[in-house]
């Protein structure tokens, strides 16, 4: 038992404890493209899903959900004396 | 005389330059076909038509004589009001650049057209709304490519917004020092456990420098294998609305309840004195009316509000309060105004930096403001920073040709508030020294006393 919660455990503590290195400046950006190809797919099938959603919407009579290009700019802003 | 940009040297595409006060940029051999590409494609006239790209017609090349080192193509841009780099955007602009830049690419991509970088410096701002100035980061779209630009996306817009909607510390400061951006492991280090654990932050911080940090350990082994691999065009628009989702929610952590447009209602502006003030002001900007007006200390943008109504072309304010900014630019973004705040400290402005120290721009090289707002301003200076007087008129006077500054007398409240808990080194501050300082450099065109605050408006003209 303990050591199957030490194996759910080791992947996050991998992620949490990044090492320290010393030629981060040489790096042409692998890592972020690692990045894509990991959660690419995932990111993919959620953009698919959204966009049958709101097709099947659109054939329903309804607006389609809110275009990517709306703008949700709200702040919370406090008074100030001058 | 033609001028290379400084802050153009990165990019073989191409360069800029300055003419005469237009702006000029080569297209170069190597970036022709990408160019013809966007531009017969009808994609170009399209971002330039609705504002999202800034105007860009093409020109002889011979305009430039030698400057244009045999660039088949030289297009003559518009010019952006006020050069402003990420360092200086308050929050609210920083999150309008990102959005901006994220909602071009989705657009653009069902245009087969890619951006070949995510550099923030390649957003400008007209009054509040974000304008894409690098028409040479347009290319064709590559079948199976990733996003080139996520990690300098991350570093530019993502980071520092996470800053303060995370931890509550504002990009500004750091954003300076680095120029960069603010690096993923940096910000990885600094989150405390249980921020982590949301899975966005997961995702593109800690992933993502754990990420970089082994493939940094592998050396290039992995890159060849990588690009070969592919992205799918879904998986790039996955990413890409993923990431949007997530940013229009963040907000500043370190920010009360309230709503900007309670502000609006609930200030000072049937007070006798405010109202006073604000006629002076009009008055002014109607006289006057400046191209570009600057105003310190703008706080959220009243004043330069009333300018802008009064025949004021464009504002710039400036301010060290990050939540009067954010209201500041809140309120230029809801009411439409060519008013654009940002994030300054007076006493220590934007300097010249970058490579040879001449990429960015201090605020100083980029002065060419008309009109000048120092309204409940130069005390800070004074008192709050020992700056003294004399020097503080010359700086401020020295900023514009025409201006209002107001005299903030030492029995004042807020001068009081400064005072209370140290020395009163101030002995010669007072509102006679204060016009013996301004009528050594200007024509004191007009002089009103504010009500019964003791506080003075001075008109100055040294043109």
Request: net charge neutral; proline share 5%; glycine share 8%.
């Amino acid at each position: 038992m303990n050591r199957i919660y030490m194996a759910l455990l080791a992947v996050p503590a991998l992620l949490l404890f990044s090492t320290q290195n010393a030629y981060a400046y040489l790096d042409p950006g692998t890592g972020s493209m690692l990045l894509q190809g990991l959660i690419g797919g995932i990111a993919g099938g959620m953009f698919a899903i959204r966009l049958y959603l709101s097709k099947l919407k659109s054939r329903f009579g309804r607006a389609p959900a809110s275009s990517v290009s709306t703008r949700d700019g709200e702040q919370d802003p406090t008074d100030k004396a001058r | 005389m033609t001028a290379v940009e400084p802050g153009s040297f990165r990019d073989p595409s191409g360069q800029v330059f300055e003419n005469d006060g237009r702006i000029f940029r080569t297209i170069t051999a190597r970036a022709l076909a990408d160019y013809t590409f966007v531009r017969d494609s009808g994609v170009l006239r399209r971002l330039i038509d609705s504002g999202r790209l800034v105007a860009s017609e093409e020109v002889d090349p011979a305009i430039l004589g030698d400057g244009a080192r045999g660039a088949p193509i030289v297009v003559e841009h518009s010019r952006i009001p006020f050069v402003s780099y990420p360092y200086e955007w308050p929050f609210p602009a920083l999150k309008a650049a990102a959005l901006f830049h994220l909602d071009l690419q989705i657009d653009l991509l069902a245009e087969g057209v890619m951006m070949s970088d995510a550099s923030a410096y390649n957003v400008q701002f007209i009054g509040p709304r974000p304008v894409l100035i690098d028409l040479l980061s347009l290319r064709r779209y590559r079948e199976g490519e990733y996003w080139t630009g996520l990690r300098q996306f991350c570093e530019q817009f993502l980071n520092p917004l996470l800053l303060r909607a995370v931890l509550g510390v504002p990009h500004n400061q750091w954003y300076r020092g680095s120029l960069e951006g603010i690096p993923t492991a940096e910000l990885n280090r600094l989150l405390p456990f249980h921020k982590k654990l949301s899975w966005q932050v997961m995702t593109y911080v800690v992933l993502q420098a754990r990420l970089e940090a082994s493939a940094n350990d592998k050396g290039t082994a992995d890159a060849g294998a990588i690009r070969r691999k592919g992205l799918t065009k879904a998986s790039l628009l996955g990413i890409l609305t993923q990431l949007r989702g997530w940013i229009a929610k963040l907000k500043p952590a370190d920010t009360g309840k309230t709503v900007w447009g309670d502000y609006a209602r609930n200030n000072t502006y049937t007070d006798a004195a405010e109202e006073a003030k604000c006629r002076f002001i009009a008055e002014f900007s109607e006289a006057v009316r400046p191209k570009l007006l600057w105003d310190l200390g703008c706080n959220s943008g009243n004043y330069s509000a009333v300018a802008l109504g009064a025949g004021a072309g464009a504002a710039v304010g400036f301010d060290f309060d990050q939540k009067a900014l954010e209201l500041a630019f809140d309120r230029a973004d809801t009411e439409k105004l060519n008013l654009l705040p940002l994030f300054q400290d007076a006493a220590n402005p934007s300097p010249d930096q970058g490579w040879q120290q001449a990429e960015r721009r201090g605020i100083q090289g980029r002065r060419d403001a008309d009109g000048l707002l120092a309204l409940a301003f130069e005390h800070h200076l004074v008192i709050g920073r020992n700056v003294p007087l004399d020097q503080t008129i010359g700086w401020l006077t020295g900023l514009a040709p025409r201006g209002v500054i107001e005299f903030v007398p030492k029995d004042d409240p807020t001068v009081q508030r400064m005072l209370a808990l140290r020395e009163d080194i101030f002995d010669g501050y007072g509102v006679d020294a204060f016009t013996t300082a301004l009528k050594a450099r200007a024509r004191i065109v007009r002089a009103e006393s504010i009500a019964d605050s003791g506080r003075r408006l001075f008109w100055y003209d040294r043109s």
